[in-house]
């Protein structure tokens, strides 16, 4: 199993960037997925969610900014996001739950496949 992310960089506060997760060997339709990131010196957090079923979660900060979407003949996970804030630099993780139907994975010790992150810098 294997999961890639792309397209971090640094960008400009109140500028856009769209990651993407590619995913291998995992069954894409068997999964949640989500995006955390992690900023130096804090816990990892949730980003944002999609279930099976398409349900979305989104961490109460980025609501309104952020947009998460999979696309399921391309095995894909995408994040994009607008309105970027200083405070959104981190680096940012795919993670894939072994979850069916419309449930949501709203916890980090449900998620067993990660990627190796993309870095995202926003400068004010």
């Known amino acids: 199993v294997q999961l890639t992310e792309s397209g971090g960089g640094l960008v400009q506060a109140g500028g856009s960037l769209t990651l993407s997760c590619a995913t291998s060997?995992?069954?894409?339709?068997?999964?949640?997925m989500a995006w955390y990131r992690q900023a130096p010196g804090k816990e990892r957090e949730l980003v944002a969610a999609?279930?099976?079923?398409?349900?979305?979660h989104y961490e109460d900060s980025v609501k309104g900014r952020f947009t998460i979407s999979r696309d399921i003949s391309r095995n894909t996970l995408s994040l994009q996001m607008s309105g970027l804030r200083p405070e959104d630099t981190a680096m940012y993780y795919c993670?894939?739950?072994?979850?069916?139907?419309?449930?949501?994975?709203?916890?980090?010790?449900?998620?067993?496949?990660w990627g190796q992150g993309t870095h995202v810098t926003v400068s004010s």
């Open positions: 999609i279930s099976n079923g398409g349900n979305k």
């Open positions: 060997g995992l069954g894409f339709v068997g999964y949640a």
């Open positions: 993670a894939a739950a072994p979850i069916l139907g419309d449930q949501l994975a709203l916890h980090i010790w449900l998620y067993d496949h």
